[in-house]
């Protein structure tokens, strides 16, 4: 499946869910805790900036806590606008106990580089493509965004377009304008948040 998603930081996080209750389902809140595994480099030093493929994630519901183990191949695509929209191949799997993995992951090479903790809202609405999914959530210490997303079978260019044109006109209904699109990835700005933290 190709995951295409946009982010936007969220000026005021009571308005957006009002809007978002206008036209969307509300669905309910989740909680999520997310590891990134980088790979070391060759001669065994963690990468500072490496690339998170590998998400070990606790998700937390009403329900009850489920692990899953995800692989994303990430690609970043840019409209003639100027937009910026993530264009994902997810791998997703449930797991029962995180803690075998974890140790694979270690022994092979991997190490755990950072933690990142979701609040999660979520909302859905139909659309010509298909069900678009929405977080509004908060991401300490980065504050609050909406995420949009469409899951499609096919990464053909005339339908990822046209998903793409979807899920602005779905920010925009949300009151939020593409100026606010965050285009970087969480775990960029977090890596950023905790360098500036150590230098001061």
Same mark, same amino acid.
């Given at each position: 499946?190709?995951?295409?998603?946009?982010?936007?930081?969220?000026?005021?996080?009571?308005?957006?869910?009002?809007? @978002? !209750?206008?036209? &969307?389902?509300?669905?309910?809140?989740?909680?999520?805790?997310?590891?990134?595994?980088?790979?070391?480099?060759?001669?065994?030093?963690?990468?500072?900036?490496?690339?998170?493929?590998? #998400?070990?994630?606790?998700?937390? /519901?009403?329900?009850?806590?489920?692990? @899953?183990? /995800?692989?994303?191949?990430? $690609?970043?695509?840019?409209?003639?606008?100027?937009?910026?929209?993530?264009?994902?191949?997810?791998? $997703?799997?449930?797991?029962?106990?995180?803690?075998?993995?974890? /140790?694979? +992951?270690? !022994?092979?090479?991997?190490?755990?580089?950072?933690?990142?903790?979701? %609040?999660?809202?979520?909302?859905?609405?139909?659309?010509?493509?298909?069900?678009? *999914?929405?977080? *509004?959530? /908060?991401?300490?210490?980065?504050? !609050?965004? +909406? $995420?949009?997303?469409? +899951?499609?079978?096919?990464?053909? %260019?005339?339908?990822? &377009?046209?998903? #793409?044109?979807?899920?602005?006109?779905?920010?925009?209904?949300?009151?939020?304008?593409?100026?606010?699109?965050?285009?970087?990835?969480?775990?960029?700005?977090?890596?950023?948040?905790?360098?500036?933290?150590?230098?001061?």
């Amino acid at each position: 499946m190709y995951e295409i998603e946009l982010k936007a930081h969220v000026k005021n996080h009571g308005t957006v869910s009002e809007r @978002l !209750d206008l036209f &969307a389902k509300y669905i309910g809140k989740t909680e999520k805790h997310d590891t990134y595994w980088y790979l070391k480099s060759p001669g065994g030093e963690k990468n500072a900036h490496g690339n998170p493929n590998v #998400r070990i994630r606790k998700e937390t /519901t009403n329900a009850g806590t489920a692990i @899953l183990l /995800t692989y994303k191949h990430k $690609e970043k695509i840019e409209n003639n606008c100027g937009t910026t929209f993530e264009l994902n191949d997810e791998k $997703e799997c449930s797991l029962s106990d995180a803690i075998p993995l974890e /140790t694979f +992951l270690s !022994d092979i090479g991997f190490y755990p580089a950072i933690q990142k903790h979701k %609040t999660v809202y979520d909302w859905e609405v139909n659309t010509v493509y298909g069900k678009a *999914l929405f977080e *509004l959530c /908060t991401v300490p210490p980065l504050g !609050d965004f +909406l $995420e949009i997303e469409i +899951l499609s079978d096919s990464n053909e %260019t005339d339908i990822v &377009a046209g998903i #793409r044109t979807e899920l602005e006109k779905l920010l925009i209904k949300c009151g939020i304008p593409l100026s606010e699109i965050e285009p970087r990835y969480y775990t960029d700005m977090i890596a950023e948040a905790e360098c500036k933290n150590i230098s001061r």
